[in-house]
Structures are given as structure tokens and as C-alpha cells.
């Protein structure tokens, strides 16, 4: 069982920055990939970004890129967010996501199904 806390969410300005973590339980945390994905009310949940287990490849979705870096610290199991130049439509709530189970260590993954444990999530307001 893994356990996931995501923190750093808040309001900002449009052009601001945060920086989100999730902190996860367990032992084996550095052997899995994992990923963000957001909420927006009224819309379904969307891959953000995602980090394989050693950190070596990444991937975002086209409205993030340049703006937002996923990475990780595998000594401190936890996996963060920067999201930089961030905009209204950036709103919503983000969750961290880790995929169990045994795969190549530069594998990552976008589909929210292929996840098995969530974090409650944080809300991100960006103003304009």
C-alpha cells in the first residue's frame, strides 16, 4: 500500500509560479513511475505530467510544456511539480499518481488508468 500527500497548491496571480509536492510512503517509492493529472469543475480529470522511477524521462501535456517540470527526489520519496507562468485555465485540482508493479526503469505512463493509488489532492487558483 502506497500512501500519497500533495501540498503547495494555493492562489496566485496569472504569470505566478508554484511549486506542488507529493510526499508518498513506502519503501519502494524509488522503483515506480509517477504522475500528476488535474481537475477543472464541470471536466474530467487530465494528464498533467508524468516521471519514470529513476527520474530519466519525462512527459506533459502540450499545454504545459515549457511552463511546467515534473521531477523528483528519490531519497525524500517525493515527486514535485514547478509550474511556472501559470494561467487562469491552469486552475483545478492536482493530483500525484504512482503506478505499481514491475516495469522497465525509464518507462512512464499518461493514462490515468494505469495508475493504482491517489492522492486527495491540492487546489490550484491561478487569477487573472
Not at 16 to 28: D, E, K
Not at 46 to 62: K, L, N, P, Q, R
Given at each position: 500500500?502506497?500512501?500519497?500527500?500533495?501540498?503547495?497548491?494555493?492562489?496566485?496571480?496569472?504569470?505566478?509560479?508554484?511549486?506542488?509536492?507529493?510526499?508518498?510512503s513506502g519503501r519502494t517509492f524509488s522503483r515506480y513511475a509517477m504522475g500528476w493529472?488535474?481537475?477543472?469543475?464541470?471536466?474530467?480529470?487530465?494528464?498533467?505530467?508524468?516521471?519514470?522511477?529513476?527520474?530519466?524521462?519525462?512527459?506533459?501535456?502540450?499545454?504545459?510544456?515549457?511552463?511546467?517540470?515534473?521531477?523528483?527526489?528519490?531519497?525524500?520519496?517525493?515527486?514535485?511539480?514547478?509550474?511556472?507562468?501559470?494561467?487562469?485555465?491552469?486552475?483545478?485540482?492536482?493530483?500525484?499518481?504512482?503506478?505499481?508493479?514491475?516495469?522497465?526503469?525509464?518507462?512512464?505512463?499518461?493514462?490515468?488508468?494505469?495508475?493504482?493509488?491517489?492522492?486527495?489532492?491540492?487546489?490550484?487558483?491561478?487569477?487573472?
Amino acid at each position: 500500500q502506497v500512501q500519497l500527500v500533495e501540498s503547495g497548491g494555493g492562489l496566485v496571480q496569472t504569470g505566478g509560479s508554484l511549486r506542488l509536492s507529493c510526499a508518498a510512503s513506502g519503501r519502494t517509492f524509488s522503483r515506480y513511475a509517477m504522475g500528476w493529472f488535474r481537475q477543472a469543475p464541470g471536466k474530467e480529470r487530465e494528464f498533467v505530467a508524468a516521471i519514470s522511477s529513476s527520474g530519466s524521462t519525462t512527459d506533459y501535456t502540450a499545454s504545459v510544456k515549457g511552463r511546467f517540470t515534473i521531477s523528483r527526489d528519490n531519497v525524500k520519496n517525493t515527486v514535485f511539480l514547478q509550474m511556472n507562468s501559470l494561467k487562469p485555465e491552469d486552475t483545478a485540482v492536482y493530483y500525484c499518481a504512482v503506478r505499481g508493479g514491475v516495469y522497465a526503469s525509464g518507462t512512464y505512463f499518461v493514462r490515468s488508468q494505469s495508475y493504482n493509488y491517489w492522492g486527495q489532492g491540492t487546489q490550484v487558483t491561478v487569477s487573472s
